[in-house]
């Protein structure tokens, strides 16, 4: 998709909620990753076909994807959440300050989302992985929310990865 098909898309995402923090309060207690998914994704359930099943999901996807900017986050600069809908999609930009040596990493991660072997690189990482890794989080959003990533770093030394959630569309 070219730039002007992307924002023409954008343009059917309704904004739904957005939340704005300082970098060092959210990364003093790695709680806030899951107090804040929770809170969110209570506020944006309320009217899906199944709430609570729809909340547990978004709340899952959202605090994978804020540990991702937790670990690799600085503490100077803010961390922006915004979150949008368009049918049964959600679309969830998370936007936070990315130290220069770290953005090679989040553009390959991203990048990999999208590859023919994502899936085998997923069961791999997961298999020999002690611990998820930035990376594997990614590749299990990928993977197992059908979603959509991608990386935007117009304004150095932010970055965001958006995100696009099909959670109407999971069958459990």
Not at 26 to 31: P, Q, R, Y
């Amino acid at each position: 998709m070219n730039g002007l098909e992307n924002e023409a898309a954008d343009d059917h995402f309704e904004p739904l909620l957005q939340v704005e923090m300082a970098m060092g309060t959210f990364l003093s207690d790695w709680h806030n990753c899951d107090q804040l998914s929770t809170f969110m994704a209570r506020m944006i359930s309320h009217n899906r076909t199944d709430p609570i099943r729809h909340s547990n999901f978004f709340s899952f996807a959202l605090n994978e994807l804020l540990e991702v900017s937790f670990r690799g986050g600085s503490l100077d600069g803010r961390i922006g959440c915004a979150v949008y809908r368009h049918g049964p999609i959600e679309r969830v930009k998370l936007t936070f300050p990315c130290p220069p040596g770290q953005r090679q990493f989040y553009r390959e991660a991203v990048s990999k989302t999208r590859r023919g072997n994502a899936y085998a690189r997923y069961i791999d990482a997961i298999s020999t992985d002690l611990a998820p890794s930035r990376e594997v989080v990614l590749l299990d959003l990928a993977i197992n929310f059908d979603a959509r990533l991608r990386l935007e770093e117009s304004d150095p030394p932010q970055i965001a990865i958006v995100i696009d959630l099909p959670l109407e569309g999971i069958v459990s």
